[in-house]
């Protein structure tokens, strides 16, 4: 069995989802929840389903998970004690403020 | 733990109105942030401006955006963010500013920053009225 990573919903999103995401919609949720909890994924840190990556700009470890790419339904989520927490549902109407970033560099900067 | 510097289009446009010798300087203080954020990330505090933060965020998150002296002269608008999953730092270089022009930039890139994530005006009527 794949091993498992985790994910605590103590804010009742999975509930939340059910009243509130378009039912053709409910399997790309069990397609994301099942890529986040796949030590696989973050054992080699890439996540093709959600796209998964920390929203800029906010202290706490918080990530963004797509649900659907196309309709921008998603997840966010907290990482605390190697522990993900479902923390709300967005609605892809909702849509997160671009910032542009233009390039991106590892290790060191230079112009 | 990695670094990955985000360039914004905004910053490589303020970049393009300094001298080649103020954008040398602001390269080596941008690594030398980054190297004191890696080594232990409540340290960016000491080279930062205390800024008054405009906006009340939704309960439980705390902005990352940072703005810090570069020179006498010149400040760096920043978010500095640990990436605990994929095991890295963050940096996010924003804007690159005269010192006197920082707070008004400041105040702009928040807005747009955490348009998301601000209290909405009922709930911040609500935290008043608690307290």
């Known amino acids: ?21 378009p039912k053709d919609l409910w399997d790309s949720l069990i397609l994301a929840l099942a890529e986040l909890e796949d030590n696989e994924c973050h054992r080699t840190g890439t996540f093709p389903v959600t796209r998964l990556h920390k929203i800029r700009g906010i202290k706490e470890a918080i990530y963004r998970a797509d649900i659907d790419k196309i309709s921008g339904w998603r997840l966010h989520l907290q990482y ?8 709300d549902i967005i609605c892809g109407d909702d849509h997160d403020r671009v910032i542009e970033v233009v390039k991106s560099k590892r290790g060191r900067y230079e112009k | 733990m990695e670094v990955e510097f985000q360039v914004t289009s905004r910053f490589e446009k303020d970049m393009e109105q300094f001298s080649p010798r103020d954008q040398e300087i602001i390269e080596n203080k941008i690594n030398f942030f980054a190297r004191a954020f890696e080594e232990n990330p409540a340290a960016i505090h000491v080279y930062s401006h205390k800024i008054h933060f405009p906006f009340l965020l939704k309960p439980g998150l705390t902005p990352s955006l940072q703005v810090l002296k570069v020179s006498k002269d010149i400040r760096l608008i920043a978010t500095f963010d640990s990436d ?34 601000l209290l909405n005006e009922n709930q911040e009527d609500e935290a008043h009225d608690e307290n």
């Open chain 1, 1 to 21: 069995m794949t091993k498992i990573k985790a994910i605590l919903d103590e804010y009742g999103i999975i509930n939340k989802a059910a009243k509130d995401l």
């Open chain 1, 80 to 87: 605390i004690d190697k522990i993900l927490h479902l923390k």
């Open chain 2, 84 to 117: 605990p999953i994929f095991d890295q730092v963050i940096i996010t270089l924003l804007a690159c500013v005269r010192h006197d022009q920082y707070e008004r930039e400041f105040l702009k890139i928040a807005e747009q920053l955490y348009e998301q994530v």
